[in-house]
């Protein structure tokens, strides 16, 4: 039996293995230069927070050092000096700060989640007459320019005597909060199947027992997500607290603003400030990474 | 049955309706009438004086307003333009990427959420003209970053870009990763190249998505004050002040309210126009 001659074909094979090996490495440089730019860019991007957290370590000597010490002996002096255990040249009550943000992003996160969550079940499961008009007009408020709306709500906290109390910023970031809540979970309820509820109706269940003992319990995942969304918006916030607060209701950001004014030279004790702001965002950020996108669009982001 | 649902859907929603109404739309509208009188808060006891359409005029006519609003949108316009492009890059990159995704994109997303006040501040010492580390790593000499008129405002841009790109970044990943692959077997097949299938196919069918991040980056940056507050406040000589920081100025360092209320509706009509072409295309999304 004669066997098949092998050179006729030999040649175009050998062409076809060489030109899939040398796109098989094309492929391999291409995906090691996307790496490679993936890094650069995630340093360039990280570089502003790794300075926080370096610095916030730094005796002053090392941060005002030409050129830039890289590799430096860290000290808890800035920390320190923050919780009041060594002097500090700035005068200030970190405690105040601390409590009056986690009061004030707390309360308006809770009133915003009461009052939303049925809002949202019905924007995304009911029809009712003007369901369009009152959804675009809770979307209308929330791309206000938070000036336009702070002068107004600074003279009303002024008649009723609010000014400067927690009160007042709860209200104030219930008008972002409200909107944001009832967009996200909106979309979170529109994800869940309508069977759920129709089941629990043939079972017999009223429209308010399909919502608050089916759909609820299954929404936590959303629930926790667009209370963090929440509770961050406040968190961040600058314009509202600096407006409406001065001595009793301050927030950290405005603990943060005040060392400016006073421009030492304390760089550490400001970064180290900055890092008990910054880091719980940050780790709240890594945590609703999977619902950054339904967040983002809800609006997510006070700009 | 159609009576019930009306009625269940409205209990529903009727209280934060309500809440929305009281804390924000009746402030609002309070807001349009002081912004036809002059009312001054520093004098004590305050008189409210009925001016007619003067404070609009008086903004309309002062050069401050329009070298403001000519840096607001210069601004605005600079800082979603560069993150709109780097955004897109790393999106691109992400897509592709062969490992690590996840890992890329946590990093890249954590300065959108930082709190501005935070940013602003550590920008500030990044900037600083002697040991700050712009001038340190680049070897710029001694630039006075936040000094110059024009250094400052490419300083205050880069630092918002910096904080914005991820926004964008994050929803055109999301808008890349949600297209169908069909088109680009086809392309692939008719022969097109890497660039043609980009081009052609890639961008038209994430044309929507762009549009959604440009629309809602464009009304975020034009309200901007956190990071300018800390950067420069406003300076040198106003040359970083936007519509905003001009506001708070009138409104609660003049304590001209009237004045500052006609100020924030000249702002609320740009953002109208803006919001209504993203809520256009948001509904024409949804139909």
Known sequence: ?303 | MRDTAERFGWALVAPTLAVMVLILALPLLFSLYISFHRWDLSVVPSRIDWVGLDNYREHLTSAEFWRVMRFTFLYTFSVVGGSFLIGLVLALLLKRAPVARGFFTAMLTLPMMMTPIVAGLVWRLMYNPTYGAINQIFGLGQISWLGEVRTAMIAVILTTIWQSTPFIMILLLAGLQSLPEEPFEAALIDGASRWQSFRHVTLPLLMPTIMVALLIRTIFEFRAFDVIWILTTGGPAGATETLSLLNFRISFRHFAVGEGAALSWLMLIVTIVLSAGFIASLYRRNQ
């Open chain 1, 1 to 303: 039996m004669p066997t098949q001659p092998p050179a006729q074909p030999m040649p175009h094979a050998a062409t076809a293995a060489r030109r899939r090996v040398s796109r098989r490495q094309r492929r391999r440089l291409e995906d090691a230069l996307t790496v490679l730019a993936l890094i650069v860019a995630t340093v360039i991007f990280f570089f502003p927070i790794y300075t926080i957290l370096s610095v916030s370590f730094k005796a002053p000597i090392d941060i005002m050092a030409t050129p830039i010490k890289w590799f430096f002996r860290p000290t808890l002096d800035n920390y320190l000096a923050l919780i009041g255990l060594r002097p500090s040249e700035f005068q200030f009550d970190l405690p105040l700060h601390f409590r009056n943000s986690l009061i004030v992003g707390g309360g308006s996160t809770l009133l915003s989640l009461i009052l939303g969550t049925p809002a949202a079940y019905a924007f995304a499961r009911v029809r009712f007459r003007g369901q369009n008009a009152s959804l675009l007009f809770l979307l209308a408020l929330r791309m206000l320019p938070p000036i336009t709306t702070v002068i107004p709500l600074f003279l009303l906290m002024r008649n009723l005597r609010l000014l400067d109390t927690q009160l007042a910023l709860i209200l104030a970031y219930t008008t972002f909060n409200l909107p944001f809540i009832v967009w996200m979970l909106r979309s979170f309820f529109l994800d869940l199947p309508q069977e759920l509820e129709e089941a629990s109706w043939i079972d017999g269940a009223t429209r308010w027992q399909g919502f608050s003992r089916v759909i609820l319990p299954l929404s936590a995942p959303g629930l926790v997500a667009s209370a963090i969304f929440s509770l961050m918006l406040s968190w961040n916030d600058f314009i509202f607290a600096v407006i409406l607060t001065s001595r009793k209701a301050p927030t950290l950001p405005m603990l943060i603003a005040g060392f400016t004014t006073e421009m030492g030279v304390s760089w550490g004790i400001m970064m180290a400030a900055g890092s008990v702001v910054v880091l719980p965002v940050l780790l709240f950020t890594l945590f609703v990474q999977r619902y950054l996108v339904m967040g983002l669009t809800s609006g997510a982001v006070k700009g």
